[in-house]
């Protein structure tokens, strides 16, 4: 028998409710004894006196759902309690739990006895955590399709695949007689290379996957007093780079999150790109420039009211090759320096007035659109595998190689299967149909408590 375990399902502080999740064959007995329903209708909500085990108490008026042993998240006997968010309720709560026979769950225990009782299987459990932590919409629809099974099925399907075609080399084995013919032989190939197109497909998914949790970062930089930081608090929304009309304000760079589409940016201002005119200046544009390397777009602006400064062609130009850069020619509502022709020639371009609202959302159309461009693939239509799955399906495209070269060379047949096999068990071990305790405890305690 397993322990009855009890967590807080909700982060601790003060809060209108908060929820305790309780798992485990004590569920029923707590029901009765401590909130007076012996006899719970299932998945129906009850408002009941919680009442101390001890003193008798009432430790507070709560809500409580049970959920029957096989109809729950755990499959085990359920008890979901609401009760006010008070650190101190929830305690007096816990304390009681605990002299019933509770003990506090582990950080991922409820999900991981969800997997132990087949009642999701690893990637789904993953995709828990993934749904918690989104940082993104983008994110948030990969983990809801994961948690579906849908990447799940991706991996069975690719079983599938393989044992279809073990199937038909067992039959050459037990009939040696009618040993494969070329013809037969080739369409093996073609079926395995297939597999690894596919699993080759997925690996690639997971460095999306690391654009996607990871923001992606858009660069405003050019001349001093070109209107950056003005920009960069129009874009946010906020006021929180300082402008002012002397050039060189910005030294460090300030960067914000913000959301573009589907998109987690983070925007971020930075000096005034010029020959220094001091020593924390020059420190201040060497970080702009380095910034230059990891930005996903560059907004490169320029103040269209006063004549091109040209040194900017010798410090950045350069640099701006083969980048994403959208051109943002400032100041549109002031007359052109009759110079402006001598403006750099980019494709991606806009002239705007960093004071106007219509102005902002037009360049926020331009950046999504250009984002767009870049990361094309829409999330939705593709599952996205984590870094666990990426490295186990290294393994398994391993062997499907190594497969192609046994069915290749004159070896056996066994071969062959001995590969496959050994692929296999790595996919198996992607959906959790093989695994190991510690692989299991790495995993689940990663989670939050009471997940
Ligand atoms: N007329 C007009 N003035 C602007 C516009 N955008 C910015 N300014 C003004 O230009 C000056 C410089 O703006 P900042 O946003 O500080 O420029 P910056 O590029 O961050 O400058 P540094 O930090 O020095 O590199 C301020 O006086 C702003 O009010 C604009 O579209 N039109
Ligand atoms: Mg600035």
Redesign the pocket.
Known sequence: MTDTIIAQSTPSGQSALALLRISGTLCPKIAAEALALPYPTPRTSYLRDYLDGESHEMLDQVLVVFFAEGNSFTGEPTLEISCHGNDLIVSKIIQDLIRRGCRIAFPGEFSKRAFLSGRIDLTQAESIAELISAKSEAELKIARFNLKGMLSRRFADLQDAILDLQAKLEASIDFPEDDIDEEKKDSLHLLLNSILTEINRMISSSTKKTTLSNALKVVLI??????????FNGMLGQHR??????????RDYISKELTIGEFRVELI?C??IRKAETDTERLGVDMALELLDEASIILF?I?R?VPYPKELNEMVIDRLRDKNVILIE?????PPDPSSRDNPDIEDNIT?????QSDLSRLFDQVLNLLSKIYPDDPSKDLIVNERHSALLKYAADHIVEALQRLSSSDGNEFVLQELNLSREYLDEIIGIKTNEDVLDKLFGQFCIGK
Do not use: E, Q
């Open positions: 050019g001349s001093p007093n070109a209107g950056k930081s003005t920009l780079a300082i402008v002012s009309d002397s050039p060189g304000t910005t201002d000096a005034g602006v103040d009211s400032n100041k549109a509502d002031l705007l007035c960093a004071h106007d």
